[in-house]
């Protein structure tokens, strides 16, 4: 096994009296899907935000290639390769692809102009390469739909150098259909073999499908980890559920 | 490709189409009817050689503060000090050049008095752009605040320094200074010269080329077009260039560079801008400073072509930029506008508002009707694009 990319020992997160990490252990390699799971209020945000340097951990350590850092702001985070993708997706809907793809960070020519054609054509490579064809890089991103969306903000991440993609709950809030062609997309940059994913998500199935490790959140510790032939479907539903025996669970309903 | 089939149900649309649906084209088509129907109201003396110079004075004072005004809202701010802004810039220039610098650092030359005037205003810019972005408080409620603050400002300096609110009979420094002439001097006089000189070729003489029909004259005479001998037309007012300068400056900044980029991207949704890292604070802190510049740039032309200024110059104007912004396509929530509407919509604004004085039957008050009601059109003509855009249609 390869060395992991990122890895996190025993990161503790408190917000005055709260914990709300009480000492997560992570790592992600490369070529990877690594699944993310917990209820709502597991601790995944507050795990993602403090790996893309939104939020400084109070103790523990972040290593990336097995040497320690520390992320003062989201800039030094992706600048050491840590691309999120969050659910808002950043994206602005009354502009273009292009302008979209390359926000803050334009390719520029001579008295600070854009190198519009160039930059057309690597916003049109890059979203090929991970499966969306777009014929107009002018089009706003307003009339994309939200895989397509999804697929934007991921080829940009992969573009500006992430070499571990955190994808905050990609799927939700889209249709069956283009739940797929988010997964086909994931499926097809960790094809690369290259860049170790974070795939946050609420949906069993999904993890299933594409993921290689699982993590299980639940009130902001580890509960289980392990490879997908380590955690059977019944473990991982227990697990999902944080760490309640689904039968109890029926008991419990059944009871109300 | 797997979302191929998605992404073509976006209609390729041809030439025409993609032009009638550009988001200028209201602005557009209302300009031409306003200048179609002003040719006929006014027996064509809205566009005669005077006609012309008077309506363009008009519109490029409207324009150059509208471009600044339209900027900013795409940013997705206000400034409602833009009024008070040129009647504070009007009134330091004044009053410099009457008294002489502050502290009795001696005599005013104009290039002094624009210059210390700009630093002013750039500066008030800069602090109402800072307590915006630092605040978090609305832009409209800050700039509200400095509307106040800067007329009461300008009256009260006025007051003390000059014991009037108004100051008349400067020297025309537009004869002693360059710098005075290129702000409230003529340019483009060679439109105008060539205007009479065609006028004097068609119309005058009986050789070559032949006479043209009595009617013809009678026509060309409306415009002024054979008055070679006695013209008395010389040339367009500066602001007439300075209006073009800024706007061809800041179509190129808004579509062609990364300024223009995180101009849109901050109106848009400005954390999703910041997210990306676009200094959204300093785009905006930057625009605020870019209509104090509009603003002083409208009052330095308008002291240094009349020698005067008042207390209440540029009063209402701010109100007039926005909606001529408006007119012209920009979006009230930000994120999207055009520089190239913004000049349609100044035309078409500075036409009616200048109408009165053509057709003296009707009465100056329908020109406040008329922005009313075509403000009010282009707001749900706006609306219409943008939920075209972001798939609401």
């Not at chain 1, 992991?4 to 009480?22: C, I, M, S």
């Not at chain 2, 110079?53 to 324009?63: D, E, F, P, S, V």
């Not at chain 2, 002013?120 to 602090?127: N, S």
Request: glycine share 10%.
């Amino acid at each position: 096994m390869a060395d992991p990319y990122l890895r996190v020992e025993n990161l503790v997160k408190q917000f005055g009296p709260f914990t709300a990490l009480g000492g997560v252990d992570l790592a992600v390699y490369p070529g990877e899907v690594h699944a993310l799971l917990g209820d709502n209020g597991a601790g995944k945000s507050t795990l993602i935000k403090t790996l893309a340097g939104v939020h400084q951990p109070t103790s523990g350590q972040i290593y990336i290639e097995g040497k320690p850092v520390s992320f003062r702001s989201p800039r030094d985070a992706s600048a050491a390769g840590i691309g999120t993708v969050y659910q808002d997706l950043a994206l602005n809907q009354l502009m273009s692809i292009t302008r979209n793809f390359f926000m803050g960070r334009e390719l520029k020519g001579p008295l600070g102009t854009l190198r519009m054609d160039e930059m057309n054509q690597i916003a049109h490579d890059e979203m090929l390469k991970i499966g969306i064809d777009f014929s107009d890089p002018t089009q706003a991103v307003g009339t994309m739909s939200g895989g397509q969306r999804q697929t934007l903000a991921i080829a940009r991440a992969i573009y500006f150098g992430a070499k571990v993609l955190i994808l905050d709950e990609p799927t939700s809030a889209l249709g069956q259909k283009q739940q797929m062609g988010v997964l086909k997309t994931v499926k097809r940059v960790k094809a690369r073999g290259d860049i170790a994913i974070i795939f946050i998500t609420h949906n069993e199935i999904h993890s299933r499908l594409i993921g290689d490790r699982y993590t299980f959140l639940a009130l902001g510790k580890v509960i289980g980890a392990g490879t997908s032939d380590q955690i059977g479907p019944e473990e991982m539903r227990r697990l999902m559920a944080g760490g309640a025996e689904m039968g109890d669970l029926e008991k419990e309903l059944a009871n109300v | 490709m797997a979302d191929r089939s998605e992404s073509d149900r976006l209609q390729k649309e041809s030439r025409f189409k993609q032009l009638i649906r550009r988001p200028e084209m209201g602005a557009f088509v209302v300009m031409v009817v306003i200048i179609i129907s002003l040719l006929i109201a006014s027996d064509s003396k809205a566009f005669n050689a005077l006609g012309l110079k008077n309506n363009i004075k008009i519109i490029a004072q409207y324009g150059i503060i509208a471009t600044g005004a339209a900027m900013l809202m795409i940013a997705g701010e206000f400034d409602l000090s833009i009024g008070s802004m040129i009647g504070f810039a009007g009134m330091s220039m004044a009053l410099m050049l009457k008294w002489g610098l502050p502290f009795g650092l001696g005599e005013a030359t104009p290039f002094l008095a624009f210059i210390i005037t700009l630093a002013m205003t750039l500066t008030i810019g800069w602090v109402i752009g800072t307590i915006v972005v630092r605040s978090g408080l609305s832009s409209f409620i800050v700039t509200l605040a400095f509307l106040f603050f800067l007329r009461g400002t300008t009256e009260v300096a006025f007051r003390l320094i000059n014991q009037s609110t108004q100051v008349s009979g400067l020297p025309d420094y537009k004869e002693t200074s360059w710098f005075a002439n290129l702000l409230g001097g003529e340019v483009f006089g060679w439109f105008y010269d060539l205007w009479f000189k065609i006028g004097q070729w068609m119309t005058a003489g009986t050789e070559f080329p032949a006479r043209l029909p009595v009617e013809t004259i009678n026509y060309l005479a409306l415009l002024n077009i054979n008055r070679r001998l006695d013209q008395w037309v010389t040339g367009f007012d500066a602001r007439f260039l300075w209006w073009i300068v800024i706007s061809i400056a800041a179509w190129f900044v808004l579509s062609r560079t990364q300024l223009g980029n995180w101009i849109y991207a901050t109106g848009d949704d400005k954390e999703a801008a910041r997210a990306n890292g676009v200094p959204v604070n300093r785009v905006k802190v930057g625009l605020f400073m870019f209509t104090a510049f509009c603003a002083t740039m409208f009052a330095a032309c308008q002291v240094f072509d009349t020698n005067t200024s008042d207390a209440a110059k540029g009063n209402l104007m701010e109100l007039f930029a926005i909606a001529i912004a408006v007119v012209g396509g920009t979006l009230m929530t930000g994120g999207f506008g055009s520089v190239v509407g913004v000049v349609f919509g100044a035309v078409t604004v500075g036409l009616v508002a200048n109408a009165v004085f053509f057709i003296p039957a009707i009465d100056g008050a329908w020109f406040r009707v008329f922005l009313g009601a075509i403000l009010l059109a282009a707001v749900f003509a706006n609306e219409r694009i943008r939920k075209r855009i972001t798939g609401g249609i």
